[in-house]
């Protein structure tokens, strides 16, 4: 752009981003940003995919920020697109996801007359999001996309959310450029710290690390594995971060979250060291704040992240370190210590690996088995996407994590993330084989994405596991009410001929052997494959729930 070129704030938008280093949003169109979309007609080095509902566009958003490091960018319309996008958002602050969330707005002389779809998105977003903002000058643009996008990736990562005035975008200006990136300073660790650290470990007798979250990343999970299995040390994945290290890494000690390893959950209780690394320690992960409580007597509790902010806000540590994890594990990684190796690591990877080995069970399509043999013929870095459901618990205590990144899934626990999650993986790593993972009730929340996925030719698999119910709130009904079924009971469509309708390929299984042969079907084609898997509603959960169980133990 020239000194004296006169182009719209949409055009000037556009650039910003670019020159930030976006290469991808992900919108369900909307009148109030028709400039922007002009814009991007004539940028090429932007691909803008096309949703069916903003839930799905954000979730896009969401998974494209936790593969790239870089700040995913969904647009979306005021009111109802806003609204429907808001669960992104939500998503993006409890999953520490950088992500920039446009919403056109209501021109500027009409605000605050709730015009037509007009919200208060400083009011709507102010939970949500590290930071609303509303750009009402075009020639602050570069200002604030520059702003905006440093402040998704600073410290902890998350949501930034940008109005947008519909006329503000068409107005006309010159001699305003687009901000340079710039790129980040990684915070290295305080060496007196590191000191502190290292001699705390040498004293301790049974450390355990739990790791994954905010700013973690490839060479972060390089580093510390080089670390944790030079000295020995055990190493959990918080909630949902099962990939943080190779699963195959002798010292890997399983995931924590819903339905961990009794052996894994006594050894965390035993410890005497707990190295939190990256991870907030949030209540899925320390199951409601009692593995590891606030103030946890009896343990000495060292806490690494990212962001000042979350260091004491929550858990009482009695050493906080603020650094980039990438800085720490690789400062970690290389420290001359005279700690003397530990075999705890080694112990609990053996008690991981015969905890997620299956045993048999009286099913006609077993789960566990199901897995398991998917396991043994899937490539490491397949990457796995789901949403929330008893259906993930199979995957998340069988499925081995090997690659990076290979798992997105939602710590907020939302339902409907999986099939989006997968659209986003399969464009930004079409030689990988992708998978999204969806109980019948997760399915139909954002299984309109399939035509997404046809119309950009992504090449993913959909295992969509089918009970006729909400099973994990089934599971705690019968747990709280048994026999007192309300609310739960599905009537679901043919899933497999849904899929054919859209142009994929599908098949219904009801028998382990026709789940595996599907499995090797669809591993060999291309495209969209949707496997509909019909389970026995009695097999509720990996960690052995049954109906007829949960029923028998509430007898009198």
């Keep these: 752009m020239t000194e004296t070129t006169a182009i719209t704030g949409g055009r000037l938008l556009v650039d910003c981003l670019v020159a930030q280093g976006c290469d991808r949003i992900f919108t369900v169109p909307g009148e109030s940003f028709l400039a922007v979309l002009d814009a991007l007609h004539d940028t090429p080095q932007v691909q803008t995919v096309i949703c069916r509902q903003e839930g799905g566009a954000a979730f896009m958003a969401c998974a494209d920020g936790t593969m790239t490091g870089r700040p995913g960018v969904c647009f979306v319309t005021r009111g109802p697109g806003a609204t429907n996008a808001s669960i992104g958002a939500h998503v993006a602050l409890q999953d520490s996801q950088p992500m920039l969330l446009f919403i056109g707005d209501v021109d500027r002389a009409m605000k605050d007359r709730e015009g037509f779809q007009e919200v208060d998105f400083g009011q709507m977003f102010a939970p949500l999001a590290k930071l609303v903002l509303r750009i009402d000058d075009p020639r602050r643009i570069p200002e604030y996309v520059a702003r905006a996008w440093s402040t998704a990736l600073a ?325 709280e009410f048994p026999r007192r079924i309300s609310g739960t009971t599905l009537h679901n469509p043919d899933f497999a001929a849904l899929a054919r309708a859209f142009g994929g390929w599908a098949e219904r299984v009801e028998t382990t052997a026709a789940f595996t042969a599907a499995l090797a079907e669809a591993q060999h084609r291309k495209g969209l494959r949707l496997i509909h898997a019909l389970i026995e509603i009695e097999q509720l959960s990996a960690g052995g729930a049954t109906i007829s169980g949960l029923q028998a133990r509430a007898q009198p």
Excluded at 256 to 272: S, T
């Design 155 to 479: 410290g902890r990562p998350g949501p930034v959310v940008i109005a947008l005035p519909e006329d503000m975008l068409l107005e006309t200006v010159s001699a305003v450029s687009p901000r340079p990136s710039i790129h980040r300073p990684a915070q290295p660790p305080c060496p007196d710290a590191m000191a502190t650290l290292m001699q705390m470990i040498a004293d301790a007798a049974a450390p355990v690390a739990i790791v994954g979250g905010a700013g973690w990343h490839a060479k972060a999970r390089e580093h510390f594995t080089a670390f944790a299995e030079r000295i020995g040390l055990p190493v959990a994945g918080a909630f949902r971060r099962q990939d943080a290290i190779s699963n195959a890494s002798n010292v890997w000690a399983g995931n924590l979250g819903y339905g961990p390893g009794p052996k894994l959950v006594e050894r965390i209780k035993q410890a005497d060291l707990v190295l939190a690394i990256g991870a907030r320690l949030g209540e899925a992960t320390t199951d409601s704040y009692t593995l590891i409580t606030p103030d946890h007597p009896d343990q000495i509790l060292v806490h690494v992240h990212p962001d000042p902010e979350e260091l004491g806000r929550v858990y009482r540590p009695d050493l906080a370190i603020c650094a980039d994890m990438a800085e720490f594990a690789e400062v970690a990684a290389l420290w001359d210590d005279d700690v003397l190796p530990f075999d705890a690591g080694e112990a609990a990877h053996m008690e991981w690996l015969d905890w997620t080995t299956a045993k048999p069970a009286p099913f006609a399509l077993d789960m566990a088995a199901c897995v398991t043999a998917m396991r043994q013929t899937w490539p490491d870095d397949t990457i796995i996407c789901n949403g929330a459901g008893n259906f993930s618990g199979w995957w998340h205590r069988y499925w081995h994590y090997n690659g990076f990144p290979v798992q997105l899934a939602p710590t907020a626990g939302a339902m409907g993330y999986g099939v989006p999650a997968a659209v986003a993986a399969a464009l930004r790593y079409p030689e990988r084989q992708v998978v999204a993972l969806a109980g019948d009730g997760d399915f139909l929340m954002n299984g309109q994405e399939l035509a997404t996925a046809m119309q950009y030719g992504c090449d993913l698999t959909v295992i969509l596991i089918d009970n006729g119910t909400y099973g994990t709130i089934r599971m705690h009904q019968e747990r």
